[in-house]
C-alpha cells in the first residue's frame, strides 16, 4: 500500500495557494487622517470641494451642498426661502456641469395616496422648473413622486409633517 504522505501534503498545499489567493486587492487609505478606509473612488468632489455620492441625497447630506427644499400644506409653491435654497442649488449644478439629479417629491401622510402622488409630482416638477429658468440643462434634472410613502419623520404632528412635504435631490452622475 502506498504512503498517503505525499497525496496528503499535495492536496494541503493545493489549499493553502487556494486561501491565499481569495484575498481582497481593493486598496485601502492606510490610516491617512480623516479619511478612513475610503477609497479614492468614494472621495470624488465636486466643484467647491464638497463630497458628492451616486445615489447620495439631499435629506441624509450625501448630495454635496444640494439642499432640500420644503413646501406649506397642500401646495407645490415656491416661497422665499424655498427659492434662496434652490438658487444655491442652482448655482451648484451650473458650476458642475456633468452632475445630474433626481429630484423626488414628498408629501406628509394626510391625504390619499393617489393624491399625494400627484401632489408630490406637482412640489418636484415646480423645483425642476425652477432650477432651469434659472440655467440649469433640462435634461440633467429628472422628477419623481413617492408621495406619502417615504416620510422622513414619522411623528403624526405638525412637526413632523412639515419635514415630510419635501423636495429633495438624489445625484444620480457626477
Not at 39 to 64: H, P, R, V, Y
Not at 70 to 98: I, M, V
Not at 101 to 107: D, K, L, P, R, T
Amino acid at each position: 500500500m502506498r504512503s498517503l504522505k505525499p497525496i496528503a501534503l499535495v492536496l494541503t498545499l493545493i489549499l493553502l495557494l487556494g486561501l491565499t489567493s481569495c484575498g481582497s486587492s481593493k486598496k485601502k487609505n492606510n490610516g491617512a487622517p480623516g479619511m478612513g478606509n475610503a477609497t479614492t473612488q468614494d472621495q470624488d468632489m465636486g466643484a467647491d470641494g464638497m463630497n458628492l455620492e451616486i445615489n447620495g441625497d439631499s435629506d441624509a447630506g450625501k448630495a454635496g451642498p444640494l439642499q432640500t427644499v420644503y413646501f406649506d400644506f397642500n401646495s407645490a409653491s415656491l416661497n422665499s426661502g424655498t427659492r434662496a435654497s434652490l438658487q444655491n442649488n442652482a448655482e451648484f449644478l451650473k458650476k458642475n456641469e456633468t452632475v445630474e439629479v433626481q429630484i423626488e417629491g414628498h408629501c406628509d401622510e394626510r391625504g390619499g395616496v393617489q393624491y399625494n402622488l400627484a401632489l408630490g409630482e406637482k412640489r418636484a416638477m415646480a423645483v425642476k422648473q425652477y432650477l432651469v429658468s434659472m440655467g440649469v440643462n433640462s435634461s440633467r434634472v429628472s422628477t419623481i413622486s413617492f408621495g406619502k410613502e417615504r416620510p422622513v419623520s414619522f411623528g403624526h404632528e405638525e412637526a413632523s409633517w412639515s419635514k415630510n412635504r419635501r423636495a429633495n435631490f438624489v445625484v444620480t452622475a457626477k
